[in-house]
Structures are given as C-alpha cells and as structure tokens.
C-alpha cells in the first residue's frame, strides 16, 4: 500500500510518497501565493517522481501552517506529531529537535520510543523565523541563498537590536541606506535569528544528539550560528529538514491505515 503527507507551510508546500516505509518521492515547491494549488501541485509533482499514473494512495495525511487547506488530504495531524515520528524513524538516538520553520520555532524532547517528553514554542512573532529572513532578504535585494552562502565570510556582522520583525527590517533598510556592507548586515540578521531560535531551545533540556529541521535548517549561517550560540553541533540525517514533517505524516498515515 503507498501512503503520502503532505505538509503545507508559508513559504513552501512539501509531499513525500512512501511505500512500507520506505520513501519513494519527496518533492518542495516554494510558493508566495494560493496555497492550495500550490499543494496540489506538489503532490503531482511527486506521484511523478514516484512513477505513479494514476491515483493508488490509500491515505494521505496534511500538517503544517496550511493543514486544512490541502484539499485532497483524509485528515490533518499536528505538525510536532509529524516530526517525533519521522525524527525517531530516520535516527532513534536522536533525542532533542529543534523545528526552525517559516512561521514556528519550537523545540521538544523526545524519549527512546519516540514519545515527546517536554516542548517549547516561540510567541505569535515573525522575527526569528525563516518567513522574516526571507523578508530581510527582499529588503536587501539579494537571493537568500546566495545571501546564506555569501555572509559566512562576512568579518563583522553588524548587530540588529530591534525584537520586532517589523522594527528589524526598518533597521536593516537604514543599514543599506547608510551603505553598510550587505554580507555584514545579513550575518547580524543570521545572529538575531540564531539568538531568538536558541532562546526556544533553552527552555527545555538539550538532550544529545540533537537535529534541527525545518527550512532554516538550509541556511548554513544561521545553522553555525546556532551552534555556537548553543555550543553544540547538530547531529546528521538522509533527508531534506524541509520535508521532514510531510515524511511523518506520510509513516502517521500508513500506521493509521494499517493499524
């Protein structure tokens, strides 16, 4: 039986296709607009890749920020659901995760079996998450990969005091007026996300090994910042962070069906 998920965020719609737990298709597709086209668009994308003519899903769960409006979902899970069971599937150990996503930043704990022990989630705020980086970026009129890739060089970060995201990106726009090096600004931006992602995690017992998923989780300057912020370094795991909650609900959906 093939089972699939299907996990709907702000800034991307993400399908994975699995088949006795095994993943057949993983497709992202990055959208600024009709979310539900965009998640019917991703699933073909990836019934596609798996070389699936015609419609064999037996069920399909949806999670994330725009859950209910994948319209071709059975029904919808809780995203941290989603990624304990998809975590614990990909690597056992793991023991603490850090979920670094377009519109969320939560950290939880997690037991041998996979059961969430503690968890904590940053307030309703955009600054810190991956939606106000990519924000920050349009005010610098740069991709944002190539910004993430760029400002690791950078020698001086230049510091973003502002807490709101809205104030931040007033700041930045003076930065840039004032001629400030791009690569420094967007390293002080990288700092003021990794400050406010590391402020989550501290709320609960960081429990090695420890992932970060999610689609900060791509931004290698933000990733080594936030390791230095908590002086750790994150364990490794085969898969895109950015599709790792659509895997679970792909592996909630066919333990759901077949149970």
Same mark, same amino acid.
């Given at each position: 039986?093939?089972?699939?998920? =299907?996990?709907?965020?702000?800034i991307s719609a993400k399908a994975v296709i699995i088949e006795n737990g095994n993943i057949l298709a993983v497709e992202i597709l990055p959208y600024k607009n009709l979310p539900k086209q965009a998640a019917i668009q991703v699933m073909e994308m990836a019934k596609k890749e /798996?070389?699936?003519?015609?419609?064999?899903? /037996?069920? =399909?769960?949806?999670?994330g920020f725009g859950k209910?409006?994948?319209?071709? /979902?059975?029904?919808d899970i809780p995203e941290f659901i989603c990624l304990s069971r998809a975590v614990h599937k990909l690597n056992p150990e793991i023991r603490t995760v850090i979920d670094a996503g377009g519109s969320t930043i939560r950290a939880f704990n997690m037991d041998s079996s996979g059961k969430v022990t503690s968890s904590a989630t940053n307030e309703k705020c955009a600054a810190g998450t991956g939606k106000f980086m990519e924000v920050m970026a349009q005010a610098l009129e740069m991709p944002i990969e190539e910004l993430s890739a760029a400002a690791l060089e950078s020698g001086q970060a230049l510091p973003i005091t502002s807490q709101c995201g809205v104030f931040a990106e007033s700041e930045v726009i003076t930065h840039v007026n004032e001629g400030k090096d791009r690569l420094d600004i967007f390293a002080g931006i990288s700092l003021s996300v990794a400050g406010k992602v590391a402020a989550v995690a501290r709320r609960i017992s960081l429990d090695q090994p420890i992932v970060i998923v999610g689609g900060l989780a791509k931004n290698p300057i933000v990733v080594r910042d936030i390791e230095k912020e908590l002086g750790i370094s994150f364990a490794e795991y085969n898969l895109d962070p950015r599709?790792?909650?659509a895997y679970g609900a792909a592996l909630v /959906?066919?333990?759901r069906h077949a149970g």
């Open positions: 039986m093939i089972y699939a998920g =299907c996990d709907l965020g702000t /798996a070389g699936l003519t015609k419609d064999p899903i /037996a069920y =399909c769960l949806s999670t209910k409006a994948v319209s071709f /979902a059975d029904k599709a790792v909650a /959906a066919e333990e």
